[in-house]
């Protein structure tokens, strides 16, 4: 706010264009896993009929990051 107070709205605006996909993802992606489980519980289900889990899975260095997975246990699936 300070600085769009003293009219560098410009610098608060290059801050968000820069990050905003990032915060849009990390902000939206716990919604649709939930949503995922509640509107589709039978693909939250192992093949045994079992309660599975649905998250994500990153490797170490984030490369390949995959935001939805759905696995037969947690904390490591199968």
Request: charged fraction near 30%; proline fraction near 6%.
């Given at each position: 706010?300070?600085?769009?107070?003293?009219g560098?709205?410009?610098?608060v605006?290059?801050?968000?264009?820069?990050?905003?996909?990032?915060?849009?993802?990390?902000?939206?992606?716990?919604?649709?896993?939930?949503?995922?489980?509640?509107?589709?519980?039978?693909?939250?289900?192992?093949?045994?009929?079992?309660?599975?889990?649905?998250?994500?899975?990153?490797?170490?260095?984030?490369?390949?990051?995959?935001?939805?997975?759905?696995?037969?246990?947690?904390?490591?699936?199968?």
């Amino acid at each position: 706010m300070n600085e769009i107070e003293r009219g560098r709205g410009d610098r608060v605006l290059a801050r968000i264009k820069e990050s905003w996909t990032t915060w849009r993802g990390r902000a939206v992606e716990p919604v649709l896993l939930e949503a995922l489980c509640r509107l589709m519980p039978d693909v939250c289900q192992t093949r045994d009929g079992t309660p599975g889990v649905v998250g994500g899975y990153w490797t170490r260095t984030n490369n390949p990051e995959i935001d939805l997975v759905v696995g037969d246990k947690e904390p490591v699936a199968k």
